[in-house]
Antibody, heavy 120, light 114 residues
């Protein structure tokens, strides 16, 4: 069974930092592109970042470029998202999701999400 | 950037009746080289992550009941639930994956029981 489990969310002050993790199991993690998608409760999902299977290709949405970093450890089957210089508008549930077909991909499995709240 | 617009924003349908949700993209998501529409549909129940229902606009994901179907091409797409069941109450989202890296989603359609 494919399982994605996020952790690391919490309450942080504006300008602060967090590291989110996504532990994967039930599939060969190193074969898949992985993504982070966030969602403000009551709103539609918004794609944040992606990383290819070996970590050599990384892309971010303009809204987080320069502030967020994505990485992966294929030996540990884990995806990461480092959130820096956080703003109130970064408050959301953050999901990791598995991409199916390279760059032009829908997302076939999602984690349960971890809530990030940016507030003073 | 491709903008995805769904209609209606909310919908109430009687049990056993048909539910239809529309999704319009601001530009075509049909890839002419392979004649595929890069459009997916997701279902999100309260407190849960989105669940993939349909991809390539009309291919049902494994395990999804056959009462769910997707249609359309180019810029206009439809998700149809042929006979609404109580467990289908959810918010439904369309997503384009034609123009990346911005994998844009629609704003969602909330489906309820009448």
């Amino acid at each position: 069974e494919v399982l994605l489990v996020e952790s690391g969310g919490g309450l942080v002050q504006p300008g602060g930092s967090l590291r989110l993790s996504c532990a994967a199991s039930g599939f060969t993690f190193s074969n898949y592109w992985m993504h982070w998608v966030r969602q403000v409760p009551g709103k539609g999902p918004v794609w944040v970042s992606r990383i290819n299977s070996d970590g050599s290709s990384i892309t971010f949405a303009d809204s987080v470029k320069g502030r967020f970093t994505i990485s992966r450890d294929n030996a540990k089957d884990t995806l990461y998202l480092d959130l820096n210089n956080l703003r109130a508008e970064d408050t959301a549930v953050y999901y990791c999701a598995r991409g199916v077909v390279g760059t032009l991909s829908y997302f076939d499995y999602w984690g349960q999400g971890t809530l990030v709240t940016v507030s003073s | 950037d491709i903008v995805m617009t769904q209609s209606p924003d909310s919908l109430a349908v009687s049990l056993g009746e048909r539910a239809t949700i529309n999704c319009k993209s601001s530009q075509s998501v049909l890839y002419s080289s392979n004649n595929r529409n890069y459009l997916a549909w997701y279902q999100q129940k309260a407190g849960q992550p989105p669940k993939l229902l349909i991809y390539w606009a009309s291919t049902r994901e494994s395990g999804v009941p056959d009462r769910f179907s997707g249609s359309g091409s180019g810029t206009d797409f439809t998700l149809t639930i042929s006979s609404l069941q109580a467990e289908d109450v959810a918010v439904y989202y369309c997503q384009q994956y034609y123009s990346t890296p911005l994998y844009s989603f629609g704003q969602g359609t909330k489906l309820e029981i009448k």
